[in-house]
């Protein structure tokens, strides 16, 4: 996050002070969303970047890290997504995906073939970067913003969202955006500045369940458990089903008949009519004959 003068203007209450609160938000929505997601604050200005929070699930520590920035000196945007990037390479839980989210509100120093530069090599380690550029920005901070986005798109998607001084708060505006589509929040806005124009568009029902996890995490949590109990007794059901379909289809197989004996009096498997059991029979009925001969 940027802690120039120019964070001071231009957003209600400050600009400042509205990135504070998006920042809540983002860790809200990816904490919320990955038990297992961790998030980090850094600063870019000053006389250079300054790792205000490690990597940590705790929202104290963030509200700890945002308290205690100053605002002073320009931005430094590409010591400070390098140093993002080797932290995030030294993460504890290798399977986390690596992804930058950079809040921008000043010029930009670095030139448009340095700004590619990096955008390079940071695709090439396979981390993501969504820039958050807001208040009255300049056509060659869009310029170069543009740039780098163009070339650090991957498949997991790299964004830009870029908001410009409105009537909704900077956190409202996020919502909108793709950066956090995904986290239990509907982004229903592109980047490049539709993020601001899409904030008024569905309301409420952009949030899963209808519910702003930010706003009433245990009624959002309530929600998601009872909608995973739901589908968890209805898979049982569905099991429970097919299982008994299929015990009635062995039903109706007939049995043999248990009154038959196994074995035959001579000592062979007693069957329907087949082996020694059928010429035992036919012997016994051609004695009969015999006998009604005699008798005749």
Do not use: W, Y
Not at 10 to 30: G, T, W
């Amino acid at each position: 996050m940027p802690t120039t003068k120019h964070a001071k203007i231009s957003f209600r209450p400050s600009r400042f002070e509205a990135q504070a609160d998006a920042v809540n938000l983002i860790f809200q929505a990816k904490t919320q969303a990955n038990p297992e997601s961790s998030v980090g604050l850094m600063s870019m200005g000053g006389s250079g970047p300054e790792v205000l929070t490690t990597l940590t699930t705790e929202p104290g520590k963030i509200l700890d890290g945002l308290h205690r920035t100053k605002i002073r000196g320009s931005s430094h945007i590409s010591t400070g997504i390098n140093i993002a990037a080797f932290a995030l390479k030294h993460r504890q839980n290798k399977s986390q995906r690596q992804r930058i989210i950079v809040f921008t509100c000043s010029p930009i120093a670095e030139d448009e073939k340095s700004m590619v530069k990096l955008a390079k090599r940071i695709k090439k380690n396979n981390i993501s970067v969504d820039f958050i550029a807001f208040g009255d920005l300049e056509h060659d901070t869009t310029k170069k913003l543009d740039a780098f986005n163009e070339n650090v798109r991957g498949g997991d998607g790299s964004h830009l969202a870029i908001i410009p001084p409105g009537p909704n708060l900077l956190s409202d505006s996020i919502i909108t955006t793709p950066i956090l589509a995904g986290e239990g929040m509907v982004g229903g806005a592109g980047a490049g500045g539709a993020g601001a124009e899409g904030g008024g568009e569905g309301g409420g029902n952009q949030f899963e369940f209808g519910v702003d996890p930010s706003m009433d995490p245990e009624l959002a949590l309530a929600l998601r458990m009872s909608f995973e109990e739901e589908k968890a007794r209805q898979e049982k059901e569905k099991k429970e089903r097919e299982a008994q379909e299929g015990k009635s289809d062995l039903e109706g197989i007939p049995e043999g008949d248990e009154k038959q004996p196994l074995l035959d009096k001579a000592g062979e498997p007693s069957g329907s009519g087949s082996g020694s059991g059928s010429k035992d029979a036919e012997g016994d009925k051609k004695d009969d004959d015999a006998d009604k001969m005699d008798t005749a």
